[in-house]
């Protein structure tokens, strides 16, 4: 069987969804069998841009202008490009700021330094070009990931989770941070697929898998401020993992 050709890249990101593919070990060598990962620059050497690609997997948002270019080429040569993770689905933690003044930002990180980078505000993969599927997570769980290369191998894309954190949390019945513990939980808000991780440990959900498709933001802003959560402070949180939340 011919193996599928993947290109796996990193834009702006901080390199946790590729690292999640690498953390696989277990199941590594079958991957090879079935996959040539003929341009990984952050796990193979050299990594050329010269093919055609059954998919590409593209980790991260679009901040400089090479990033744009080298997104647009994988573009060109693959038949599916996944955006991979949150950063690549919605803007994730890379788009905090955006809207605020980049020279500003810059001379707060920089200071006075001079830095020749070029940089606009950090976009999703799927303001620039045409995204075939995403899948959403900071990082993606593993299951996630082979699925969706399993999936490829039968040429099929990954569907969307519509269901929230909360379903996941319910089943396995842990205590609600929101109801008993007066926690400023997320999962109502959010897509499920982690299996409710962080509330499973007492932490509350963050939402840095982004908002679930059919989330009612109206009756959840209910919900929190009867917890004393007011609307700003709510979309202010949701905001950290995907800049689009309307407020
Ligand atoms: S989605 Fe999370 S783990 Fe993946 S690159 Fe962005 S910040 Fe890193
Ligand atoms: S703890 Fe959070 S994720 Fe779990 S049921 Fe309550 S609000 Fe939902």
């Given at each position: 069987m011919r193996r599928l050709r993947l290109a796996i890249v990193g834009l702006t990101a901080c390199s946790g969804c590729q690292l999640s593919l690498l953390n696989c070990e277990d199941e590594l060598p079958e991957l090879l069998k079935r996959f040539d990962f003929h341009f990984f620059p952050m796990a193979c050497s050299p990594a050329l841009l010269d093919d055609?690609?059954?998919?590409?997997?593209?980790?991260?948002?679009?901040?400089?202008?090479?990033?744009?270019?080298?997104?647009?080429?994988?573009?060109?040569?693959?038949?599916?490009?996944?955006?991979?993770?949150?950063?690549?689905?919605?803007?994730?933690?890379?788009?905090?700021?955006?809207?605020?003044?980049?020279?500003?930002?810059?001379?707060?990180?920089?200071?006075?330094?001079?830095?020749?980078?070029?940089?606009?505000?950090?976009q999703p993969l799927a303001s620039v070009v045409a995204v075939d599927a995403g899948v959403t997570g900071c990082p993606p769980e593993k299951e996630e990931l082979l699925r969706l290369l399993a999936g490829l191998i039968r040429g099929a894309l990954p569907v969307g989770i519509d269901y929230p954190v909360c379903t996941e949390c319910r089943m396995r019945e842990n205590l609600c941070l929101l109801t008993e513990r007066n926690m400023l939980c997320l999962g109502i808000l959010t897509e499920g697929g982690c299996g409710a991780r962080c509330p499973g440990l007492s932490v509350p959900c963050e939402g840095c898998r982004g908002p679930l498709v059919e989330a009612n933001l109206t009756e959840a802003l209910e919900i929190y401020a009867q917890k004393s959560f007011d609307r700003a402070t709510v979309l202010g949180r949701l905001r950290r993992f995907c800049p689009e939340w309307q407020s």
């Open positions: 055609e690609y059954d998919a590409a997997l593209v980790e991260g948002c679009v901040s400089m202008p090479h990033e744009r270019e080298l997104l647009e080429e994988l573009r060109r040569r693959s038949g599916y490009l996944v955006a991979l993770g949150t950063c690549a689905v919605f803007g994730g933690v890379a788009a905090l700021r955006n809207g605020e003044d980049r020279e500003q930002l810059r001379r707060h990180v920089y200071d006075d330094n001079q830095v020749a980078v070029e940089t606009c505000d950090p």
